[in-house]
């Protein structure tokens, strides 16, 4: 196995004795160099941004909400008072249950998919990291996991990642920080 720094040299060695392949190869690595160096200049423009941003800086404090999701969210939301409630939201980017209904029949499925497709993968992305990557414990994995143990991991996957949703528009509403323990919420409400 090979590491980002080493890649280009160790192609080097494998082709360096067929000369066809290797003039095919290096345009390649040359193309590659060149995407690397403007990507990590797009990444240094989007943590400027985020920097900048107060809303996006307090959506990170929730854990699993890097800045690549904050924007997204501040994005793709853009006013939060289109929306009636907090609960809306999860409905607009399609992580609620589908229902299908036909005579007697009232089946409820899978989520509707619906609404922004780069939003519902970057909140399911958020809380992938939240439950199975984090190590660090707070009330809302502990309400998923809870989730992960009845109905199964990626059923819980999405139901964080529509409550993260939900969560992250209160946040921007009310101008507050994500409250890592229940005690916490109590004092701040008291």
């Known amino acids: 196995m090979v590491g980002t720094v080493k890649f280009e040299a160790r192609i080097g060695e494998l082709v360096e004795n067929v000369p066809d392949l290797a003039a095919l190869v290096e345009p390649l690595l040359v193309v590659r160099r060149a995407i690397r160096e403007q990507i990590a200049i797009l990444h240094r423009r989007l943590l400027a941004i985020v920097r900048d941003d107060e809303v996006c800086r307090r959506l990170m404090t929730i854990p699993g909400v890097g800045p690549v999701v904050a924007l997204t969210y501040r994005s793709t939301v853009d006013v939060p008072a289109r929306f009636r409630n907090s609960k809306a939201v999860g409905a607009v980017f399609g992580l609620t249950?589908?229902?299908?209904?036909?005579?007697?029949?009232?089946?409820?499925?899978?989520?509707?998919?619906?609404?922004?497709?780069?939003?519902?993968?970057?909140?399911?992305?958020?809380?992938h990291i939240m439950l199975v990557r984090s190590t660090k414990w707070s009330w809302l994995k502990a309400w998923a996991m809870q989730i992960a143990r009845r109905r199964g991991m990626k059923k819980a996957i999405v139901a964080l990642a529509r409550r993260l949703a939900v969560i992250m528009h209160r946040i921007w509403v009310d101008g507050t920080e994500f409250r890592w323990t229940r005690e916490q919420h109590a004092a701040a409400g008291a």
């Open 97 to 127: 249950p589908a229902q299908y209904q036909s005579g007697e029949i009232d089946r409820t499925g899978a989520i509707s998919r619906c609404g922004d497709e780069m939003m519902r993968v970057m909140l399911y992305e958020a809380a």
